[in-house]
């Protein structure tokens, strides 16, 4: 006991900032640090058998790539216009990165809700929530879905029982197929959505058309048209539905295109060419205008002429549009078909998380060195109060804290 307490006496009046007295103080403090390492340690391999045990399935797949127009053959029954149509298919709409889109599309609440449906997620088997809102959360949690450098989109989801992890990763690339059919995702798609409400005004107002010629003939009776006449009129109505066409198709091509698009230059150019040669049949030369043909004409003869020419001009105009929206279809149909497996899903064999050795390390190192720095931080505080100047300090710091304090107690 002499001999110890002397080492003591020796260490505390000499070497107080020797190498070794971290070592001391830790071994002063042995019990502290054993029983609290070796409970976090117990702790954390007790946590890690705890938390639940999941397995992550992965799936790549190629997304469908911008291509050529397929319908060209097709097309070329437009003539001029057709070759801008197929100008369309060439280009990219506005999308700088296509894959990008695609993953936004994987990771849309729409696709969510098929696969929270498809495969009850709500329930107790799986996330057992009760608000779909979280549901969302834990499957974007347990979800990720990332565009490679390479063009690769890959899909990794988790789940507790691994056949179901590998559905679901197969079930993602599911569901954007159904969803790209259903929107129009393809500079096709644009084009084919685009054309189809062209078509459907252009039906409508041919109905309405129709609907004026029939009043007409109703109110008249029927009318014969002399064979030049009824030429002029053909002439004037496939015209001015090309007219109008063009012009479907300059407006299309405005929403991807600058004004120093050569494409669009010669579709202007093209417009410019069509409307010159409609001013050239309205006008005419001599007795050969359509204006001097509708002269000739009757009261009733003119106003029914007028009808007709509205409902040829409808008719030649639902046409063109009719083409172009069965073009842009075929090339949407073939294009929707390109998603294809890279490399699919497998029931994965082995769990993905928890991590339990990281886990068990990680606590046990936490608790570690926190239990020094307690350590430490004591044994700084047990030598500061041998220390009158700290004493000192510490009672003026307890002065000041204090609400009641006075200038006399500072003197006392």
């Given at each position: 006991?002499?001999?110890?307490?002397?080492?003591?006496?020796?260490?505390?009046?000499?070497?107080?900032?020797?190498?070794?007295?971290?070592?001391?103080?830790?071994?002063?403090?042995?019990?502290?640090?054993?029983?609290?390492?070796?409970?976090?340690a117990i702790f954390s391999v007790v946590l890690s058998l705890l938390l639940p045990v999941y397995y992550t399935a992965n799936t790549k797949i190629l997304p469908p790539q911008q291509s050529g127009s397929m319908a060209m053959a097709m097309m070329e029954q437009l003539g001029g216009i057709g070759s801008l149509v197929g100008a369309l298919g060439g280009k990219d709409l506005g999308l700088r990165n296509a894959n990008d889109m695609y993953v936004a599309m994987l990771k849309s609440q729409r696709v969510a809700d098929k696969m929270i449906d498809r495969f009850k997620l709500m329930d107790a088997d799986h996330y057992h929530v009760k608000l779909r809102e979280d549901a969302y959360k834990k499957l974007g949690a347990l979800t990720?879905?990332?565009?490679?450098?390479?063009?690769?989109?890959?899909?990794?989801?988790?789940?507790?029982?691994?056949?179901?992890?590998?559905?679901?990763?197969?079930?993602?690339?599911?569901?954007?197929?159904?969803?790209?059919?259903?929107?129009?995702?393809?500079?096709?798609?644009?084009?084919?959505?685009?054309?189809?409400?062209?078509?459907?005004?252009?039906?409508?107002?041919?109905?309405?058309?129709?609907?004026?010629?029939?009043?007409?003939?109703?109110?008249?009776?029927?009318?014969?048209?002399?064979?030049?006449?009824?030429?002029?009129?053909?002439?004037?109505?496939?015209?001015?539905?090309?007219?109008?066409?063009?012009?479907?198709?300059?407006?299309?091509?405005?929403?991807?295109?600058?004004?120093?698009?050569?494409?669009?230059?010669?579709?202007?150019?093209?417009?410019?060419?069509?409307?010159?040669?409609?001013?050239?049949?309205?006008?005419?030369?001599?007795?050969?205008?359509?204006?001097?043909?509708?002269?000739?004409?009757?009261?009733?003869?003119?106003?029914?002429?007028?009808?007709?020419?509205?409902?040829?001009?409808?008719?030649?105009?639902?046409?063109?549009?009719?083409?172009?929206?069965?073009?842009?279809?075929?090339?949407?149909?073939?294009?929707?078909?390109?998603?294809?497996?890279?490399?699919?899903?497998?029931?994965?064999?082995?769990?993905?998380?928890?991590?339990?050795?990281?886990?068990?390390?990680?606590?046990?190192?936490?608790?570690?060195?926190?239990?020094?720095?307690?350590?430490?931080?004591?044994?700084?505080?047990?030598?500061?109060?041998?220390?009158?100047?700290?004493?000192?300090?510490?009672?003026?710091?307890?002065?000041?804290?204090?609400?009641?304090?006075?200038?006399?107690?500072?003197?006392?």
């Amino acid at each position: 006991m002499v001999e110890d307490a002397s080492l003591s006496h020796m260490y505390e009046g000499t070497e107080k900032r020797h190498f070794l007295e971290p070592l001391i103080v830790l071994a002063k403090h042995k019990r502290f640090m054993v029983f609290t390492t070796g409970g976090a340690a117990i702790f954390s391999v007790v946590l890690s058998l705890l938390l639940p045990v999941y397995y992550t399935a992965n799936t790549k797949i190629l997304p469908p790539q911008q291509s050529g127009s397929m319908a060209m053959a097709m097309m070329e029954q437009l003539g001029g216009i057709g070759s801008l149509v197929g100008a369309l298919g060439g280009k990219d709409l506005g999308l700088r990165n296509a894959n990008d889109m695609y993953v936004a599309m994987l990771k849309s609440q729409r696709v969510a809700d098929k696969m929270i449906d498809r495969f009850k997620l709500m329930d107790a088997d799986h996330y057992h929530v009760k608000l779909r809102e979280d549901a969302y959360k834990k499957l974007g949690a347990l979800t990720e879905i990332t565009a490679r450098k390479e063009g690769v989109i890959s899909i990794s989801v988790d789940d507790r029982n691994p056949q179901n992890a590998a559905n679901m990763a197969n079930a993602f690339v599911e569901e954007l197929e159904k969803l790209t059919q259903h929107l129009a995702v393809t500079d096709a798609g644009k084009r084919r959505i685009f054309f189809e409400r062209e078509a459907r005004t252009a039906n409508d107002e041919l109905a309405t058309a129709e609907q004026g010629l029939k009043q007409t003939q109703e109110k008249y009776g029927m009318i014969q048209l002399e064979g030049q006449a009824k030429v002029l009129l053909e002439s004037e109505a496939r015209l001015r539905a090309e007219v109008a066409s063009q012009e479907v198709q300059l407006q299309s091509m405005r929403f991807f295109a600058t004004p120093e698009n050569p494409d669009l230059r010669r579709a202007e150019q093209q417009l410019a060419a069509l409307k010159a040669q409609l001013a050239i049949v309205e006008r005419g030369q001599g007795s050969d205008s359509t204006a001097d043909a509708l002269m000739r004409m009757p009261v009733a003869g003119l106003e029914y002429i007028r009808k007709l020419r509205e409902v040829k001009y409808r008719e030649k105009l639902l046409e063109l549009m009719l083409r172009q929206y069965e073009a842009a279809r075929i090339d949407e149909g073939k294009e929707a078909a390109l998603i294809q497996f890279l490399d699919k899903a497998k029931t994965p064999e082995r769990k993905s998380s928890p991590k339990r050795a990281i886990i068990c390390i990680s606590i046990t190192m936490v608790v570690f060195l926190m239990a020094c720095a307690w350590v430490f931080f004591r044994e700084f505080i047990e030598r500061a109060k041998e220390d009158p100047q700290y004493l000192a300090r510490l009672q003026l710091l307890k002065f000041y804290l204090s609400w009641g304090r006075k200038s006399a107690d500072l003197r006392t």
